[in-house]
C-alpha cells in the first residue's frame, strides 16, 4: 500500500512558467507502467517535459487536467501523453514552449477521440496563458460531450439526468464538503465487482453469500446531529443517542461489542419477548462497530445539509405518508399509508402531549416494533435503524435499485456504523437464512444501525454510473475524509482499497465489472 496518494486534481497537470515561454505536464500515478501487475508501493512521476524544481521556481499558474474525467479515462490520458511525447521527443527531456505542450496535449486526446483546440499562437504572459489554456480546456464541448456519452450513454445529457460530477472545481468541492479527492489505484480499479444483472440490465442482484469480514472501528468518537428539526427528530435523538460511544483511550478497542453495552431499550425487548432461544433475540446477534458500505440516490450535499442519515421512522414526507398512487388510481387525494398513521401519528400524539412521559413513549416504540431487528429486516417502514453493508457489491445494487430510470446518478457510500448489529448472509435462500438467525431475511451481508449516523461519520464515497446495460461502475475520484488518516490509519488505506474497487472475493453471486482492463 502506498504511503502516499495521489490527489486526483494533480494526476494530470498543465504548467507554465513565470515568464510564459515554458509549459510542461506535471503526472503522478502508482506505477510507471500503468499496468495491472505493477509494483504499487509508491507514487511514481510520471511529469513529461523539462519541469524545473519548485526550489529554482514557483510556478502560480497550472490548469489541472485530470479534474475533467473520469479516473479510467485519467490514466488513458496518462498513457497516451508519454507515448506521444516518446514519439516526438525520445527520452530527452526538453524544455518545451506552451504551443509544443499544447499540441502534445491534442494529440493524446484524440487517443480519447477528444478534439479539442488548444491556442495557436499564446498570449505573452503567463496569466494570459492560463486562462486561455482553462477556457479551451475546461469548457470544451467536446470533453463535456465524451464525459456524458460515458456517464449516461447518451449525449447531450439525458432529460432528468443529473449534471457531470467533474471539472475544474471537483478538488475545491469536495474539500468544502470535508473531503480530499484521490486517484484510484490502476490495478485495484481492474478488480471492480457488481452483483449479478437482473432483468433491468443497469440494476443488479441484491444477493452476496461471500464469508466477508468487516473493517473495524479502531477508535471511538461517535457523532451526533446538534440542530433540532421537530420533536420526532428530538426525541428519537435523545433516546438513540444512548448507543453512541464517547471518546475514550484512543488504543485499538475490540471491534465485538457486547450486547450488554448497548442501550437498555434493545435488551428489555428480549427480556419482555420472553423467548430463550438466542436465534430468535436481538442477543444471538453480534454487535459490531465497523465501516460498511450504502449504496443511495442522495448526493454529499444532501445528506450533509440533513446532518448525516436518519432512520425511516424520523420521515415525515409524502413517500411515507401516502400510499403509492396506483394503490388509489380513482380517488382525487392521496390515501394515507396505514402504517403511518399506525405508527408515526401515534408517536407524535405521544409528543404532542402537554405531559410528555418518556414510559409512554417507550412503550409505543416497543407497541409498534421501531426498534425490534426482526421487524425491521421483514419490513423497514417508519422503523428505527439505517442499513449498511460489508459488500460495496450490495451498496452498488442498492443504489439505483428503486431507480425507474438509467440515467439517476448514485452513490457508494462509507460509513462508521456504530454497534450495528451483524445479520448473517452466507446462504442464498430466507429459509436457510433463519436457521441461523430468526432475524435474517436477505443475503445481503447487512450491518444494521440502531439511531443515526451522523454527516462526520461519513467517512468517504464514490460516484457510480449505471447508464448502460452491465450494471453500475465507480466513477471518478475516491473522496476520503483526510481526518481519517490520522484517526484510523488501517481504515482508511482499507476504505481506499476497496472503494479503488479491490475484489472482496471471488464468487458465484459476484460478477467483475471489467472483463480486462479497461484501458
Not at 479539442?116 to 479551451?136: I, Y
Not at 437482473?198 to 453469500?209: A, L, N, V, Y
Not at 388510481?329 to 401519528?345: F, L, Q, R
Not at 443504489?399 to 450495528?420: E, F, I, Q
Request: hydrophobic content about 40%; charged content about 25%; overall charge neutral.
Amino acid at each position: 500500500m502506498p504511503k502516499e496518494l495521489v490527489k486526483y486534481a494533480e494526476a494530470i497537470v498543465l504548467e507554465f512558467s513565470d515568464d510564459a515561454k515554458h509549459a510542461w505536464l506535471r503526472m503522478k500515478n502508482y506505477s510507471w507502467t500503468l499496468d495491472t501487475s505493477s509494483d504499487l508501493d509508491t507514487v511514481k512521476d510520471l511529469s513529461r517535459g523539462f519541469v524545473p524544481s519548485l526550489k529554482l521556481a514557483e510556478y502560480k499558474k497550472s490548469i489541472s487536467i485530470s479534474e475533467l474525467f473520469d479516473a479510467i479515462d485519467v490514466i488513458k490520458l496518462q498513457k497516451a501523453l508519454i507515448q506521444v511525447f516518446r514519439q516526438r521527443f525520445g527520452k530527452v527531456e526538453k524544455l518545451l514552449t506552451p504551443d509544443e505542450t499544447y499540441r502534445v496535449i491534442e494529440s493524446a486526446l484524440k487517443s480519447l477521440n477528444i478534439i479539442v483546440a488548444l491556442p495557436v499562437r499564446p498570449a505573452g504572459t503567463a496569466e494570459q496563458l492560463e486562462l486561455e489554456a482553462r477556457k479551451a480546456l475546461c469548457l470544451s464541448s467536446a470533453i463535456q460531450q465524451h464525459n456524458l456519452k460515458l456517464l449516461y450513454e447518451a449525449s447531450p445529457r439525458p432529460a432528468g439526468a443529473d449534471i457531470l460530477p467533474l471539472g475544474s472545481d471537483l478538488a475545491a468541492k469536495a474539500k468544502s464538503l470535508g473531503f480530499i479527492a484521490y486517484l484510484p489505484q490502476p490495478k485495484l480499479i481492474a478488480e471492480e465487482e457488481r452483483a449479478k444483472l437482473m432483468g433491468e440490465p443497469w440494476k443488479t442482484k441484491r444477493i452476496d453469500t461471500r464469508d466477508l469480514s468487516f473493517i473495524p472501528v479502531r477508535m471511538l468518537c461517535g457523532s451526533a446531529a446538534s440542530s433540532d428539526f421537530n420533536p420526532k427528530l428530538k426525541v428519537m435523538r435523545r433516546r438513540l443517542k444512548e448507543s453512541q460511544p464517547s471518546a475514550v483511550d484512543p488504543s485499538a478497542v475490540p471491534s465485538t461489542v457486547d450486547s450488554s453495552a448497548m442501550d437498555s431499550f434493545i435488551g428489555k425487548l428480549d427480556a419482555d419477548s420472553g423467548e430463550t432461544d438466542k436465534k430468535k433475540l436481538h442477543s444471538g446477534l453480534p454487535r459490531i462497530s465497523c465501516y460498511a458500505f450504502r449504496g443511495d440516490s442522495r448526493s454529499p450535499e444532501a445528506i450533509k445539509e440533513a446532518e448525516g442519515l436518519w432512520p425511516g421512522i424520523t420521515r415525515d414526507d409524502d413517500g411515507v405518508k401516502y400510499l403509492p398512487k396506483k394503490y388509489w388510481p380513482n380517488e382525487s387525494t392521496p390515501v394515507k399509508h396505514p402504517s403511518y398513521e399506525a405508527i408515526a401519528e401515534a408517536l407524535d400524539a405521544v409528543l404532542k402531549s402537554d405531559n410528555f412521559d418518556m414510559t409512554k413513549y417507550d412503550k409505543s416504540l416497543t407497541d409498534h416494533g421501531a426498534l425490534h431487528l426482526g421487524r425491521y429486516t421483514a419490513d423497514q417502514t417508519l422503523k428505527a435503524y439505517i442499513s449498511a453493508t460489508k459488500s460495496v457489491a450490495i451498496a452498488k445494487s442498492f443504489s439505483n435499485y428503486w431507480a425507474t430510470d438509467r440515467y439517476v446518478r448514485s452513490y457508494c457510500y462509507a460509513l462508521r456504523c456504530w454497534k450495528g448489529f451483524e445479520l448473517p448472509s452466507t446462504l442464498p435462500t430466507k429459509d436457510k437464512l433463519k436457521e441461523l438467525h430468526e432475524f435474517a431475511e436477505f443475503a445481503e451481508q447487512e450491518v444494521a444501525v440502531p439511531g443515526q449516523i451522523g454527516w462526520s461519520d461519513v467517512v468517504g464515497y464514490r460516484v457510480i454510473r449505471a447508464g448502460n446495460d452491465k450494471g453500475q461502475f465507480f466513477f471518478g475520484p475516491v473522496f476520503l475524509r483526510d481526518e481519517l488518516r490520522n484517526t484510523d490509519v488501517s481504515a482508511f488505506y482499507a476504505l481506499f482499497n476497496q472503494l479503488s474497487g479491490q475484489s472482496q472475493g471471488v464468487h458465484m453471486d459476484i460478477e467483475r465489472s471489467y472483463p480486462t482492463a479497461p484501458w
